[in-house]
Structures are given as structure tokens and as C-alpha cells.
């Protein structure tokens, strides 16, 4: 019977490894190893599974056997490293091949190590900490470029980066909304194709002199500054007023930055945006669009605030099962009921129950700390349980019942919010690798300070 005994804070930027082999002696041995050396420890005995969890639970750093089962620990590498979300995760492959060209064909599809079997656990270790600080070391400067490029493209503002000869060189998301194009469609185009004859042959005067050496003149300098009103036209062709600011990049080749902001109120694509569904269309609840605009309000308010932020990652367990035993018109009835006695806990303006995909729900309290959303969580999960509703495809429990991860955090400037939320995936993953229906609830982010719940 699951109990709060389950719901525990986590160390901060505690590493987490996945390990990949299909011989139970080999993983149980390096998993003993690593929980010694503090690591939080996920184990695969498939290619398959290795994949699974490691999108999911975005470990520091992978060990992986070559001999596998089905796909083998070539494949996985490749297909870590073609994937956007885990393709910078250090793979350490162990093998008993020893042959030169297995390990020159390891380091060509992306390896940052390869131990020889039969292992020496003292040098898996040493290797261990060694690729995970360089991984450290390498984060910080990744992360910089990663806060700058969200930025960018997050900020409401139309944004191009223009070449000395008028070609547009890059433009935001918000760029490519605001004129209508797919990602990566303004590059190449000319500025002036897309103004209006009235300002067109100004702006190339502009660029002219800047390609003569005059961009760092005065004048030149003034005719740069300042937003101004201009028509440009969207990829329909029709012309829209917008403020347009061009300013000079200093940089070892001429380059400006312009801004776009409309000013006509007839966005389309934005206003259909606007108007499109906020709620999951089988549960009735918000949807992850409505959820995720919602956490991102939120967040930047306890930012200000100072205030506590609490969110839980629900998973109902079994669910799969579930679908296969009663059929999915029963298992749409099921997700209705758990998304009703969900809402039921999010009563207040700063709280939300949302459908995230498939099975899993999320839930985020504003202005609440931790031991009150440990509570929750344990309420939430007892709540879902109480509904007695039937699983004949489950091996936790004759009813469903639902594994809840738990992060909690006071977040400043230096945190990010993925970060927060891949906290309470890994705490509802830890639950259901611990036997499901049950809760893990875990502080995080740069200001945890507080001490573990006891």
C-alpha cells in the first residue's frame, strides 16, 4: 500500500545514468556502483526500452552494451544522436569487441568513450566522472547559447538579421508568423522585395553606403535609428503597416538587426490562434497548448514574486493494458473520470489540471510549497484509486491507479523551466520503476535551500 513515506527531496543537479545490457550481472553490478557513487540510475535490457527512457528521462550520460537483443548498442548510439532531444547525451559504449575498426566505427557515430570488456568497475568509474565533467564543463556555454536562442525566438517582436547587401540572413518565428512564411523561408529573400516601392530604394541607399564603408558614420548611423511606420508585404501579397527599427550589428562584416512589430490589429494567423480550442477535446480539461502558456504566465510571475511553484506529472498506470482488456471507447471513459476528479484539486486562479498527451496529466500549483504539494500529490493519487475503477490489465493494483512525480521550486533568472518540469518526469518515472501507484516529490531549481521532508 503506497504511502507518503515514498515522496523524498532530491539532491540538486543530481546526475542521472542510464545503463543499456542485456546481462542481469553486468546491470545489476554497474547499477550498485553508480547509486554508490550518489548517480540517480536508470537501467534498460533493450535497445528499445534504452530509447524509451532516455527521451523521457534525459540522463547525463548513457553506458551501453553493443550486443543487444533485437536493435543493437550501434543503432541506439545512432539513433540518440539523430534525435534533437538526446542527440548531445555522452554515449560510453562497453563491448568485448576489441578490434580496431569496431572502435573507430563506435567513435564515428557520435561514442565519447568505449571500455573493453570483460569491465574494471574502478575505470567504468573513472571514465564515468570524467565524461560527466566535461559535460559540465561544456554546459554552461551550451546553455547560454540555448537561453539566447529561446529568447530570440520566444519574444513577441519580428526579428532579422539582414547582410550588408540587403539579403535576409535569418528571421525569428515571430518574423516568419508576421509575413506568413514556414521556418527558414526568409533566408536568402531581399529586403527590399518585401517593402513597398515608397521606402524600398531608401533602404538599399542604406545598404549601398554600408557596403561603401559608411556604416559607422553619423548619418549613416541616424538613418538606422528609431522605429518608423512602413508597408511591407506578406507572402499573400498584401501589404500590412508595421513599425520596422533597423539598427547596425558591430561585427567583423557588416550586418543589421530589424525589428517588426504590427501595428494593423489584423494578424490572422494569431487571432485563429487565439481562437482555437483551449481544452482537450475528450476530457473537457485544458489542453498541453492552454497548459503550457499557462506555466510560462505562472512561472514568470514567481519569478517576481519569489513565491513557490509546484508541479505534479501523472501517468495512469497500466493504461496500455487497460485499453487492450476493455476496448478504447472504455478507456476514453476512463481518462474522462480521472480528468474530472483532477480538475476537482485545481480550484483556484493560479492552479491548472491539464491532458498532456495520451495517458499523462499535469498539474500546476501556484504559491505552494512543498510539503503542500507533496500532500496533494498523495491526496490526488488516493483520489484516483478511490474511483474503483476496474483494471483487469493491471499488475499493480484490481483498480486504477496513477503515478504521480512531484517538483517544487522557487525560481529565479537562473533557472529554466524545462528543467523544472524533466524534475517531476524523472520523480513519476522513479515511481513507476519503484512498482507504480505511488508519489515522488522532489525540490528543485538554483534557491533549494530548504531540508528534506522527513
Same mark, same amino acid.
Given at each position: 500500500?503506497?504511502?507518503?513515506?515514498?515522496?523524498?527531496?532530491?539532491?540538486?543537479r543530481?546526475?542521472?545514468?542510464?545503463?543499456?545490457?542485456?546481462?542481469?550481472?553486468?546491470?545489476?553490478?554497474?547499477?550498485s556502483?553508480?547509486?554508490?557513487?550518489?548517480?540517480?540510475?536508470?537501467?534498460?535490457?533493450?535497445?528499445e526500452?534504452?530509447?524509451?527512457?532516455?527521451?523521457?528521462?534525459?540522463?547525463?550520460?548513457?553506458?551501453?552494451?553493443?550486443?543487444?537483443?533485437?536493435?543493437?548498442g550501434?543503432?541506439?548510439?545512432?539513433? %540518440?544522436?539523430?534525435?534533437?532531444?538526446?542527440?548531445?547525451?555522452?554515449?560510453?559504449?562497453?563491448?568485448?569487441?576489441?578490434?580496431?575498426?569496431?572502435?573507430?566505427?563506435a567513435?564515428?557515430?557520435?561514442?565519447?568513450?568505449?571500455?573493453?570488456?570483460?569491465?574494471?568497475?574502478?575505470?567504468?568509474?573513472?571514465?564515468?566522472?570524467a565524461?560527466l565533467?566535461?559535460?559540465?564543463?561544456?554546459?554552461s556555454?551550451?546553455?547560454?547559447?540555448?537561453?539566447?536562442?529561446?529568447?530570440?525566438?520566444?519574444?513577441?517582436?519580428?526579428?532579422?538579421?539582414?547582410e550588408?547587401?540587403?539579403?535576409?540572413?535569418?528571421?525569428?518565428?515571430?518574423?516568419?508568423?508576421?509575413?506568413?512564411?514556414?521556418?527558414?523561408e526568409?533566408?536568402?529573400?531581399?529586403?527590399?522585395?518585401?517593402?513597398?516601392?515608397?521606402?524600398?530604394?531608401?533602404?538599399?541607399?542604406?545598404?549601398?553606403?554600408?557596403?561603401?564603408?559608411?556604416?559607422?558614420?553619423?548619418?549613416?548611423?541616424?538613418?538606422?535609428?528609431?522605429?518608423r511606420?512602413?508597408?511591407?508585404?506578406?507572402?499573400?501579397?498584401?501589404?500590412?503597416?508595421?513599425?520596422?527599427?533597423?539598427?547596425?550589428?558591430?561585427?567583423?562584416?557588416?550586418?543589421?538587426?530589424a525589428?517588426?512589430?504590427?501595428?494593423?490589429?489584423?494578424?490572422?494567423?494569431?487571432?485563429?490562434l487565439?481562437?482555437?480550442a483551449l481544452?482537450?477535446?475528450?476530457?473537457?480539461?485544458?489542453?498541453?497548448?492552454?497548459?503550457?502558456?499557462?506555466?510560462e504566465?505562472?512561472?514568470?510571475?514567481?519569478?517576481?514574486?519569489?513565491?513557490?511553484?509546484?508541479?505534479?506529472v501523472?501517468?495512469?498506470?497500466?493504461?496500455?493494458?487497460?485499453?487492450?482488456?476493455?476496448g478504447?471507447?472504455?478507456?476514453?471513459?476512463?481518462?474522462?473520470?480521472?480528468?474530472m476528479?483532477?480538475?476537482?484539486?485545481?480550484?483556484?486562479?493560479?492552479d491548472i489540471a491539464?491532458?498532456?498527451?495520451?495517458?499523462?496529466?499535469?498539474?500546476?500549483?501556484?504559491?505552494t510549497?512543498?510539503?503542500?504539494?507533496?500532500?496533494?500529490?498523495?491526496?490526488?493519487?488516493?483520489?484516483?484509486?478511490?474511483l474503483?475503477?476496474?483494471?483487469?490489465?493491471?499488475?499493480?493494483?484490481?483498480?486504477?491507479?496513477?503515478?504521480l512525480?512531484?517538483?517544487?521550486?522557487?525560481?529565479?533568472?537562473?533557472?529554466? %523551466?524545462?528543467?523544472?518540469?524533466?524534475?517531476?518526469?524523472?520523480?513519476?518515472?522513479?515511481?513507476?520503476?519503484?512498482?507504480?501507484?505511488g508519489?515522488?516529490a522532489?525540490?528543485?531549481?538554483?534557491?533549494?535551500?530548504?531540508?528534506?521532508?522527513?
Amino acid at each position: 500500500m503506497p504511502t507518503l513515506a515514498q515522496v523524498s527531496a532530491a539532491a540538486p543537479r543530481q546526475a542521472a545514468i542510464l545503463i543499456v545490457d542485456d546481462a542481469p550481472a553486468h546491470l545489476g553490478a554497474l547499477r550498485s556502483m553508480m547509486l554508490q557513487q550518489g548517480y540517480q540510475t536508470f537501467v534498460a535490457n533493450s535497445g528499445e526500452r534504452a530509447l524509451g527512457i532516455a527521451q523521457r528521462a534525459l540522463p547525463d550520460l548513457v553506458l551501453l552494451d553493443i550486443n543487444l537483443p533485437g536493435m543493437d548498442g550501434m543503432e541506439v548510439c545512432r539513433r %540518440l544522436k539523430a534525435h534533437p532531444v538526446t542527440c548531445n547525451i555522452p554515449v560510453i559504449f562497453m563491448s568485448a569487441r576489441t578490434e580496431t575498426e569496431d572502435i573507430v566505427a563506435a567513435f564515428d557515430i557520435g561514442a565519447a568513450d568505449y571500455i573493453p570488456k570483460p569491465l574494471r568497475l574502478a575505470e567504468v568509474c573513472a571514465r564515468v566522472r570524467a565524461q560527466l565533467q566535461f559535460r559540465r564543463t561544456s554546459l554552461s556555454q551550451q546553455e547560454q547559447a540555448e537561453r539566447l536562442r529561446l529568447i530570440v525566438n520566444s519574444i513577441d517582436e519580428g526579428l532579422m538579421i539582414i547582410e550588408a547587401n540587403g539579403r535576409i540572413q535569418y528571421a525569428n518565428p515571430a518574423c516568419d508568423r508576421y509575413l506568413g512564411y514556414g521556418p527558414g523561408e526568409l533566408a536568402g529573400v531581399r529586403l527590399d522585395s518585401l517593402l513597398a516601392p515608397s521606402v524600398a530604394q531608401e533602404y538599399l541607399d542604406i545598404f549601398s553606403r554600408s557596403l561603401a564603408g559608411a556604416a559607422a558614420s553619423p548619418p549613416f548611423a541616424r538613418d538606422c535609428r528609431g522605429a518608423r511606420e512602413v508597408l511591407i508585404r506578406q507572402r499573400d501579397g498584401i501589404l500590412r503597416a508595421m513599425d520596422f527599427t533597423l539598427t547596425p550589428m558591430l561585427a567583423d562584416q557588416p550586418l543589421f538587426v530589424a525589428l517588426l512589430h504590427d501595428i494593423t490589429h489584423h494578424k490572422q494567423s494569431e487571432t485563429a490562434l487565439q481562437r482555437a480550442a483551449l481544452a482537450d477535446p475528450l476530457t473537457k480539461i485544458p489542453n498541453r497548448r492552454h497548459f503550457d502558456s499557462f506555466l510560462e504566465k505562472e512561472w514568470q510571475r514567481a519569478v517576481r514574486s519569489s513565491q513557490p511553484l509546484s508541479l505534479i506529472v501523472l501517468d495512469v498506470d497500466h493504461f496500455k493494458g487497460y485499453n487492450d482488456s476493455l476496448g478504447h471507447a472504455a478507456g476514453d471513459a476512463c481518462l474522462q473520470q480521472v480528468a474530472m476528479a483532477l480538475q476537482s484539486h485545481a480550484l483556484r486562479a493560479t492552479d491548472i489540471a491539464a491532458r498532456y498527451g495520451g495517458e499523462e496529466f499535469v498539474l500546476l500549483f501556484g504559491e505552494t510549497g512543498f510539503e503542500a504539494a507533496a500532500t496533494l500529490g498523495e491526496t490526488i493519487r488516493a483520489h484516483i484509486e478511490s474511483l474503483h475503477i476496474p483494471n483487469p490489465g493491471s499488475t499493480t493494483s484490481e483498480w486504477v491507479t496513477a503515478s504521480l512525480g512531484v517538483a517544487t521550486i522557487v525560481p529565479t533568472q537562473l533557472d529554466d %523551466l524545462k528543467s523544472f518540469f524533466v524534475a517531476a518526469d524523472r520523480a513519476m518515472y522513479a515511481v513507476k520503476d519503484a512498482g507504480r501507484n505511488g508519489v515522488r516529490a522532489v525540490r528543485t531549481g538554483s534557491a533549494h535551500l530548504e531540508p528534506a521532508l522527513s
